[in-house]
């Protein structure tokens, strides 16, 4: 299994400037074979292949005047921003073909300068090392000052050098784990649970657990309505604007760092503590489009699941999913009776069968993990609900009365 792990690095002025320029070079040989493959399906003849664009706009145009600065940067990264602008034409044609999973991409768009956004890529070819000192040394760049906030379980593959929309410098190293190594890093258990994901509440597990939802972008509001204001008020394409744009940057990349640092936490947790865990499928592209937009992107469901997903995958857990028409708030985790649908500000209901009191989020996250098969009875045979014959009163069409069939 392949992961990533992102370091801080904090480059001087001339490694800026080296790191400008090969984020530039890398820019232009992307636009290059974007608009070589564009006026080829305009001309109506086959797209140029990998090789042939690397002669054309790689070795054949440092030989010009126009392009001999591509000189100055690793060759190695030229190569690879080919590589990423063949990715994405591959990613475009399988998306057309629905042979894509996930949401439908465009076409491949031309890079600007003005992207707050840069990355370049060095492979094991490009000898790059990490020195006896610590520092990253890159080639035509020079060692660059790396903030080591842990160790590299193995030896890189490739370094991605990023900087992100707040000036901000990472090195995202690609490390293939060990399987046998992740297994005894988690021993086995035989805990298993459900997670009924919320707002009020960020989770609820089914033991009865209830995590508070942060809110990281909602206490932030305040410092972050300053700052986009002073920013509406600076003049477009002056200094000071794009010193107030780096301020709000950082006010948003504060919030979003924050909540990236309280799902891994809470879903090492999670994995650590259970081999088996339920979640519920829920469609956050369609609850970001109801009022609670703001509240759902600020919980980050999607990111807090994915993480659970990648790490039950490495550590050998065991992760399910259940689909989201799944009736968990309206039935009953101790008879199993559907008791219909509640309005949302209703915590609290009793089971109009049995009699037992629940509260709405325990009872829901009950449900996910026995919907998931997760449950056990007292024997310890898994737990499933069964198919159940409708009732007289439930056949026929929905919302006519039912006539009596006759004897």
């Not at 140029?48 to 190695?76: C, D, F, H, Y």
């Not at 996930?102 to 890529?121: C, E, H, Y």
């Not at 610590?134 to 490739?158: D, E, F, Q, Y």
């Not at 509406?232 to 006010?251: D, F, H, Y």
């Amino acid at each position: 299994m392949q992961l990533r792990y992102a370091f801080r690095l904090y480059p001087d002025t001339g490694q800026q400037q080296a790191l400008a320029k090969a984020f530039g070079c890398a820019r232009v040989v992307f636009n290059d074979a974007v608009h070589a493959r564009e006026r080829a399906r305009r001309a109506g003849k086959p797209f140029p292949n990998i090789g042939e664009l690397s002669t054309r706009l790689i070795t054949q145009a440092k030989q010009t005047l126009e392009r001999s600065w591509l000189n100055e940067v690793s060759a190695v990264v030229l190569q690879q921003s080919l590589r990423d602008a063949e990715a994405a034409y591959r990613n475009f044609f399988a998306s057309l073909k629905a042979t894509r999973k996930g949401a439908r991409v465009g076409a491949p768009r031309f890079k600007s300068r003005k992207d707050t956004r840069q990355s370049i890529r060095f492979t094991a070819n490009a000898r790059w090392k990490i020195t006896d000192s610590g520092r990253l040394n890159l080639p035509k760049i020079g060692a660059v000052k790396v903030k080591w906030s842990r160790p590299l379980p193995a030896t890189p593959t490739s370094v991605t050098v990023v900087k992100d929309c707040a000036g901000r410098y990472f090195a995202s190293f690609v490390i293939d784990t060990d399987p046998q190594a992740d297994a005894e890093r988690m021993p086995a258990t035989d805990r298993t649970i459900g997670i009924d994901l919320g707002l009020t509440h960020f989770a609820v597990l089914s033991d009865g657990t209830k995590i508070d939802s942060p809110r990281f972008l909602r206490r932030a509001e305040k410092r972050l309505k300053k700052a986009q204001k002073e920013l509406s008020r600076k003049q477009k394409g002056s200094k000071n604007r794009e010193k107030a744009r780096l301020k709000v940057a950082r006010a948003h990349v504060k919030v979003t760092d924050a909540r990236h640092e309280f799902h891994h936490q809470l879903s090492t947790q999670l994995i650590s503590d259970n081999q088996g865990i339920a979640v519920e499928n829920l469609s956050v592209t369609g609850l970001a489009r109801t009022r609670l937009a703001k509240s759902v992107h600020d919980a980050g469901w999607s990111s807090f699941v994915n993480m659970l997903e990648y790490k039950a995958q490495r550590y050998g857990r065991t992760l399910i999913k259940i689909g989201r028409f799944e009736p968990t708030s309206q039935t009953c985790s101790t008879c199993g009776v559907k008791d219909g649908p509640k309005p949302l500000h209703v915590r609290q209901w009793a089971c109009a069968a049995c009699g037992t009191v629940h509260d709405r989020d325990i009872n829901a996250a009950r449900n996910v993990k026995t919907a998931a098969g997760l449950a056990v009875s007292a024997c310890g045979a898994p737990v499933r609900p069964e198919p159940v014959l409708a009732q007289r009163d439930e056949t026929g069409s929905h919302g006519f009365p039912t006539r009596p069939r006759a004897a």
